[in-house]
């Protein structure tokens, strides 16, 4: 989302770090060019003029201008107050003193209330929730259907009455029905519209006068930008949010809206939206963001998604094939596919420090259609060419090029890469092994 924005931002300071001292005019150009670059994308003016003014107050002392590395000393001083506008620390789920914690999802139209709510509820489940999905959004009528499908997808209870009833009613039914199967949440799935309404907001106001919601959260889309920023005003000051949810995070937006919201609602960023995908929702760190935002990388977030990625029997399934050196593309085709369910591949890669830059430098471009092709020359493969590549000769290759829709240079490029990698693997110590497979555990 943020990838324009941190391309600017790296030009400025790459500039900057040229000059081998900095006077306050140096500052105050890069300062300016900073502030037309968050401006551009979709920053709020106030929020973009109070950020500058804190890091203008400190970059221009003393102790900066004096340092053997100022430009290093500026850029410090840039990400620090980049956290400070984002949040500063994680702010958890509410849980309620006696079960269940009630939480009602509101927002637009479109916003992706429906998704998130089943997102938020498979989270739960991972940490040993029970939670009960509620089907109260009774104005669109496709909505109860969706929540109803994605339950049954996940597994996950979803309680509805169908069309024609009205939301506090089913809200409060809902809350005692979680009450006799002794759920630990219930998660409101609210109306939304395309635009604010006094209709919608007071809907949403008797919603809230009966079940008496511990949190309520406000989905929003990322790619609205300012006016995602004046829709979570509204709501906040009919409702009183107790959190915000940004979906659509991985999309093409400019990325405003979250340097944006928390500062001006003083409401705090709770979720992401980074994918399709039922399990695309990251709790928000606003460290780990403002890192992303200034290309510096993002490794924590790589682990954790490494980590739901495998399980430990696999990865101590595949420590044990690296450390017997007996690693063949079966296990080839499985780690291109767990490393798929991680996130786009772009994604990826921008959660590693320099990454994107580097790529940038080259002009290299991330092709996720790569992924398919090469899994399409596995797959036509027999099982005992997966197992013992080194039989594959000319008219094997020819014949899985014409089975996989590829060409005969894909298939001996495969094949080359796999056999360094296989090369390197059986290079490695015991303890080398252990120590890289160590973080998917």
Do not use: W
């Not at 340092?67 to 290093?72: C, D, E, G, I, M």
């Not at 840039?78 to 006696?98: D, F, K």
């Not at 409060?172 to 109306?191: F, K």
């Not at 519209?193 to 511990?214: G, S, T, Y």
Request: net charge positive.
């Amino acid at each position: 989302m943020f990838e324009n924005l941190t391309e600017r931002l790296q030009a400025i300071f790459n500039r900057l770090g040229r000059h081998g001292k900095l006077s306050e005019r140096d500052v105050d150009e890069a300062l300016r060019e900073v502030r037309l670059a968050l401006l551009e994308a979709d920053v709020h003016y106030k929020v973009v003029k109070d950020f500058l003014s804190r890091v203008r107050e400190q970059a221009v002392g003393e102790q900066v201008m004096r340092s053997l590395t100022p430009a290093q000393q500026v850029v410090k001083i840039v990400h620090q107050e980049l956290i400070r506008t984002l949040g500063e620390s994680p702010v958890p789920l509410v849980t309620a003193p006696s079960p269940p914690t009630v939480i009602m999802l509101v927002g637009l139209q479109g916003s992706g209330k429906t998704t998130t709510a089943a997102k938020l509820a498979l989270a739960l489940r991972k940490q040993g929730a029970f939670p009960l999905l509620v089907a109260a959004d009774l104005r669109r009528p496709a909505a109860v259907r969706q929540l109803e499908v994605l339950g049954e997808s996940l597994d996950l209870p979803v309680y509805s009455e169908g069309a024609g009833q009205d939301a506090p009613g089913v809200a409060q039914r809902a809350l005692r029905a979680a009450n006799q199967q002794r759920r630990s949440h219930v998660i409101l799935d609210t109306a939304g519209r395309l635009h604010i309404d006094e209709e919608l907001m007071a809907e949403l106001v008797r919603v809230k006068q009966v079940v008496f919601p511990h949190e309520i959260l406000l989905v929003a889309d990322a790619m609205t930008g300012q006016d995602a920023v004046r829709v979570a005003s509204e709501f906040h000051a009919r409702l009183g949010l107790t959190g915000l949810i940004l979906t659509k995070v991985d999309g093409d937006a400019r990325g405003g809206a979250a340097l944006s919201m928390r500062s001006v609602t003083g409401v705090p960023i709770k979720f992401l939206g980074v994918g399709e995908k039922t399990d695309a929702l990251e709790v928000y760190y606003p460290d780990r963001l403002a890192s992303r935002i200034l290309g510096m990388g993002d490794v924590l977030s790589l682990i954790e998604r490494a980590e739901q990625a495998y399980t430990e029997e696999q990865a101590l399934a595949l420590e044990q094939k690296v450390r017997k050196g007996t690693i063949d593309l079966n296990d080839f085709l499985e780690q291109m596919r767990q490393l798929r369910q991680m996130g786009p591949l772009e994604q990826l890669l921008g959660m590693i420090p320099g990454m994107e830059s580097a790529m940038r430098a080259r002009n290299l471009q991330v092709d996720e259609r790569q992924f398919r092709r090469l899994e399409a020359i596995v797959l036509s493969m027999t099982p005992q060419e997966r197992a013992h590549p080194e039989i594959i000769g000319g008219s094997r290759r020819r014949r899985i090029a014409r089975g996989s829709g590829t060409s005969l240079h894909d298939v001996n490029v495969l094949l080359n890469r796999f056999d360094q990698f296989r090369k390197m693997m059986r290079r490695l110590t015991k303890g080398q092994a252990r120590d890289i497979l160590s973080m998917f555990r």
